[in-house]
């Protein structure tokens, strides 16, 4: 089994090295922009996409049908997109983890796994909600990795509605809403970005 990970994060090598040390896996780890003549030249059976910032294009989608997966740390189709734990907070949607085949689509392809996970708002910052989501993906991932790969998992369609979210939309309150450090109390940042809203409601702008 050939495998290309994808990856822009240190959180996710654990992973690639379970596959390739564990799992003896053949995984070839690329952390640039992959193009169709990558894909062609390495001749992957999955391609495993998990906190890489860059997007597959629909080209290498076609080509490798429903072979793509994305690990994503959020219960789709609520928070797609960026940041999806600090949106599950602050708009008070349901925090988890979903493994999804990739579709054109930014983070809307037919579910292959999906748990809720819960946590006390009161003593979690947004750094340790990252940490256990992301353990979470990667002890679901292992549990069934030996499914995917084997096409043993029925996939689901995702529901309709959910919430999408860019970069630039915390990237433009974060002074605000006082998140300066990922090690605040979530609470603390709910209260503000609620009082935010409420000005910002109130005030029309």
């Not at 907070?89 to 930014?106: A, Q, S």
Request: hydrophobic share 40%.
């Amino acid at each position: 089994m050939k495998i290309i990970f994808l990856t822009n994060n240190n959180i996710s090598y654990d992973l690639y090295l379970w596959l390739k040390e564990i799992k003896h896996e053949e995984v070839v780890l690329i952390e640039k922009k992959i193009n169709l003549n990558d894909i062609k030249a390495i001749k992957p059976d999955f391609i495993i996409s998990y906190n890489y910032k860059f997007i597959i294009t629909e080209d290498i989608i076609k080509h490798m049908g429903n072979r793509v997966i994305n690990l994503h740390i959020s219960f789709l189709p609520w928070n797609r997109g960026a940041d999806p734990n600090v949106w599950s907070f602050l708009e008070n949607t349901k925090k988890g983890i979903t493994i999804h085949l990739v579709d054109p689509g930014l983070d809307t392809g037919d579910i292959l796994l999906r748990k809720e996970v819960l946590f006390d708002e009161s003593i979690e910052t947004f750094s340790s909600t990252y940490i256990k989501l992301h353990n979470e993906i990667k002890i679901l991932f292992k549990e069934n990795w030996d499914k995917i790969k084997q096409s043993r998992i029925i996939t689901q369609k995702q529901s309709i509605g959910g919430s999408f979210h860019y970069v630039k939309d915390l990237e433009s309150i974060k002074a605000k809403i006082g998140l300066d450090s990922w090690d605040i109390p979530i609470k603390v940042v709910k209260n503000k970005y609620d009082e935010y809203m409420r000005c910002k409601n109130g005030s029309n702008i």
